[in-house]
Every structure is written in C-alpha cells, then in structure tokens.
C-alpha cells in the first residue's frame, strides 16, 4: 500500500506553493525529492504532516482518507532541517518524550529507546546533555526520536543541510543504513545535494517552484533527464547549456564555433537547439576549441572545479585531482558532440536526445 497525493495545490498572497501535485510514495521505499530552495519541497512535506492546510486535492493512505486527519492522528515523523532536541533532558528522555507523550509502559520504552539509539550509534550516551553532543550525534537524536515512534509515515526534511561538509558526507554515508530497517514504513527524504538524492533514494523526485518535473529511479533521471531544468537541477555542478543550431551536418554556436553532428542522431530537424554536457565531459585546452577564462576555481575533495566565462555563457569543467587555479588564464574548451544533450530551445526545454541513444 502506499500514500498517494492527488492533485495538491496550495496558493498564499496570490504565489503558488504547490502546483497539481500527484505523486505516490511506496511502502517500505525511500523516496527522494530534490529541488533548490523555495522548489515546494517543504511545504509538501508540511502538508503531508498535517502542519499545512491545502486549497485543492486529496491525500490518502492505505487506501483510506488520510487529508482530514489532525496532524496527531497521521502516524507521521518528521526531521527537521534544523535538529530540535530538548537541552534539559538526557538523550535517553530525548528518544523517549514521544513513547511517554502515548503513556507507554516503561519497560517498553526502555526496549524501544535501547534498541534504537544503538541503531543511530549512540548507546553509549543515553545519560549526556545535547550540548555534550556533536553536531552529528545531536542531529541522530532527532533521527532517533522519529524512529522510534515507529510512525507508519517517516519525513526528514534537508537533515543534513546545517552540518559541515565532513560530518555531512560521514552521515549520508550512514543514512541508508539507518533507514534500511524500517521496511513497514513510507519514507521521503527532501535535499536541495544531487549526490545525496541520487545515492539515498530508491525513486528521485525533481521539485521546481511548486511543480513536479520528473519521476523515476535515479539513474534513469540522470541517464534521461526530461528537460533542460531538470537536467541542470540533478547535475552538481550544473550542466553546462549552450545555445546553437543544427544544420544538415554540423551544429553551429555563437561566434561561429562549430562541431560535425554525429551521423546516426536522432532524426532532428535543422533549427535551433540547445546542447547540454556534463562538467566531467568538457576536456581543457591549452589553445583551440571553445575560447574561454577562468573566473573561479574550487577543490572539492579529489577533484578540482574550473568556472570558464565563454562567448556561449559559463562552463564549468571538472578535473581529477588537486589543481592550482590561475583565475584570469585563458583557455580553450573541447566538447565532444556524441556526448551532447540536446533539448528545445527554451530553458524548459524537453529532451530530445541522450548520449548513448542512437548516435555515432
């Protein structure tokens, strides 16, 4: 059984939050939505709580009416971005305050709350303060709460978003480990990181200004992305979109650039387009290809990201390793045409071709 939205829409102030949402989150599946901040995500989430009252559509689960309910009688947990813990209790009454909120029996809450800090690994802290915490461990306590209600509905809201990018990267690690157990339950996971989304979730959700874009297993909405948005929403760094035209053989770009089409593309008619590609897939130049500078650089762990201002917009090219950046150097860009996205020419564009479909 699953919970199912069914053309949710919510307007405030004449702005719109939520735009005909219809989607259905399987049980025992972790569902992912991506978006960038102010894409509807939370407010979803909000609705789905009940904290949230919605203008049109329905929601239901197991089948049954689930959008009237108060919010105390959803069966949903929820995980802030911000981790709410109580500073005067221990970490044990922390987990606890839900399980004694239902006057549960004690010696079912001490199994309950034993069992489940262990799961979050921190047994060995039941007595600490959340000020003795860590960011990370205070950030499981408020996972923890949520687990241990063993709600039917689990929602974790940008968890990860106020912690430093070490103890981020340690604990998305961790997350699906933590999650894999609760196999009873629907759970939605929202994130504005493409790598979280696509390394967590069972199905990838893309959320822009209230509306859904697209649905589907990770991979699949990375292989294909639906449109040229959401093809720049799911990449970090961004795709790179360039505008140009596709003639009988070559495709042309501003200031006269050109590449030869590849010869088995899809049947495109001649017209105007616009071409994706991915950071990794742009090859520097000392001299040649697309004429660009380079206005920023970054290390982001292993490897090393190149902003280049072009005639065709910003690009930006991913290299292996540690690189020392000469902001202001020239450079030139080799892009391979077999490994082009093309979409409409709009910035909503539809996608018309993949790389790996049909070209040579």
């Given amino acids: 059984m699953s919970l199912i939205l069914n053309s949710l829409s919510l307007r405030r102030n004449g702005e719109i939050h939520l735009n005909d949402i219809s989607l259905t989150f399987d049980r025992g599946r972790l569902t992912t939505v991506l978006g960038r901040t102010l894409s509807g995500k939370t407010t979803m989430m909000r609705a789905i709580a009940g904290l949230q009252d919605i203008d049109d559509g329905a929601l239901t689960r197991e089948g049954k009416p689930f959008g009237d ?68 461990q205070q950030q499981r306590v408020a996972l923890a709460r ?22 981020r990267e340690q604990l998305r690690e961790e997350f699906r480990g933590l999650l894999a157990n609760q196999a009873d339950a629907t759970i939605v996971y929202s994130t504005t990181e493409p790598a979280e989304a696509m390394m967590l979730g069972d199905r990838l959700v893309v959320m822009h200004e209230g509306r859904v874009l697209q649905s589907g297993s990770p991979p699949d909405v990375y292989a294909s992305p639906a449109s ?7 990449t970090d760094p961004p795709m790179t979109i360039m505008p ?31 071409f994706g590609i991915r950071a990794n897939e742009i090859v520097p130049l000392d001299e040649g290809g697309i004429n660009g500078r380079v206005t920023f650089g970054e290390v982001s762990g292993s490897e090393t990201f190149l902003h280049v ?33 093309v979409f409409e020419d709009h910035e909503e564009g539809a996608l018309l071709h993949a790389p790996g479909k049909g070209e040579s």
Avoid: C
Avoid at 228 to 234: E, K, N, P, Y
Avoid at 249 to 256: M, Y
Avoid at 316 to 341: K, W, Y
């Fill in 309 to 341: 201002a072009t005639a065709l917009g910003e690009a930006v090219v991913q290299l292996e390793g540690v690189h020392r950046v000469e902001i202001g150097r020239q450079m030139g860009l080799s892009v391979a045409p077999e490994r082009l996205f």
């Fill in 228 to 234: 040229a948005l959401v093809a720049r929403i799911v």
């Fill in 146 to 167: 949520a687990l241990v209600r063993e709600a039917g509905v689990l929602l974790l809201d940008e968890p990860l978003v106020n912690l430093d990018y070490k103890l």
């Fill in 69 to 136: 309910l108060p919010a105390w009688k959803r069966d949903v947990a929820m995980v802030y971005q911000q981790f709410i813990n109580y500073p005067h209790m221990s970490v044990f009454e922390n987990v606890a305050f839900p399980l004694r909120k239902r006057k549960m029996a004690g010696h079912e809450v001490e199994r309950r709350v034993r069992t489940v800090l262990e799961t979050v690994g921190l047994d060995a802290f039941p007595e600490r303060k959340p000020a003795q915490l860590s960011g990370g």
């Fill in 244 to 274: 140009g035209r596709l003639t009988e053989d070559r495709i042309v770009f501003e200031g006269g650039l050109s590449l030869t089409a590849p010869t088995r593309w899809p049947a495109l008619v001649e017209g105007n387009y616009r």
